[in-house]
């Protein structure tokens, strides 16, 4: 007789997977990969790179798992652990940045990235949808994951500011600013005052 796998709670999943039963672990990628995948997009604003710290979020989370709470939301220890991932992508990047600018070319070509949306993303909800997810990327990480971890993934208050390691009151003023900063942007963008002027 096979478990049913969708049947079992995280914590039951937790459990059966630190056992062996890598089908556990399945279970848990397949009900959180796709919050996983929207935090990581948000937080660095390219598609392929956040697929990358997908991966790299629960490789971390297998690793990790016997340290997990089941007292605690799966969903706000894997975003926790995500949040992580996209902290560390974005020093590395900051590093490579920089290496880019003091390192001579030596006459290879850098590659150009086309701004362009797909074909396929070419209907205008898409097209808003990718503005303001670039937008969002543009906002400082502690406004971001705030406003990701809130807005996006639906996470409480209280799980937000245990994820962060913050008070409900910071998270509480710090999605006022990272709401109030997306929209400057957004406003900026299509060259409308800000509202908050």
Known sequence: MSLDWTSLTDSELAT???A?????FGEIMRRYRQPVFRLARA??????EALDLVQETFVSAH???????????????LSAIAINKCRDWGRKRTVRRFLSF???LDGQAEAVVDEEPAADAAAADRQE???VTRAIATLPMNLKE???????????Q????????????????RLYRARARLVEKLNAAQGVGSPFA
Not at 20 to 24: C, V
Not at 65 to 76: G, N
């Open 129 to 131: 949808l990718a503005r």
């Open 158 to 173: 209280a799980e937000t500011a245990d994820v962060l390691g913050v008070s409900q009151k910071a998270v509480e003023t």
């Open 63 to 77: 690793q990790a798992l016997s340290r997990y709470d089941a007292q605690r939301s799966m969903k706000a220890w």
């Open 20 to 24: 062996g039963r890598q089908a556990a």
């Open 43 to 48: 937080c660095t604003g390219e598609p392929d």
């Open 102 to 104: 003091a390192l001579p």
């Open 146 to 156: 705030v406003l990701v971890l809130r807005t996006i993934e639906g996470l409480s």
């Open 16 to 18: 059966l997977s630190i």
